[in-house]
């Protein structure tokens, strides 16, 4: 058996379990993204609660300030400022406001 066929075997052998690794691991890595992605959102939402109102009420509509129903968190491209408004009132007040 030549070097050249000595190491393609190698290499052959090392792809075959990096192949088995990457079956085993994927599902493993897929669960910790999970894991991770949620513990992220929680927190986001969580300093959002507290920390983030000072920064949105600088973003929030002049008709929502204070109200109840204001969420202006962002979701991909769009702000949903609240679920009765979704892109936000179209007047100066908002007959909905809630303290």
């Known amino acids: 058996m030549d070097l050249e066929q000595s190491f393609n075997e190698w290499v052959a052998r090392v792809e075959q379990d ?57 979701y991909g491209e769009a702000i949903l400022t609240c679920a009765l408004h979704p892109t936000g009132p179209e007047l100066s007040h908002c007959r909905d406001w809630q303290a």
């Open 18 to 74: 990096l192949i088995t690794w990457e079956a085993w691991a994927n599902p493993l890595f897929q669960q910790v993204d999970t894991v991770l992605e949620q513990w992220v959102q929680q927190t986001d939402h969580w300093f959002f609660e507290v920390a983030g109102t000072m920064e949105g009420e600088l973003n929030r509509p002049v008709a929502c300030q204070g109200c109840g129903f204001y969420h202006g968190r962002q």
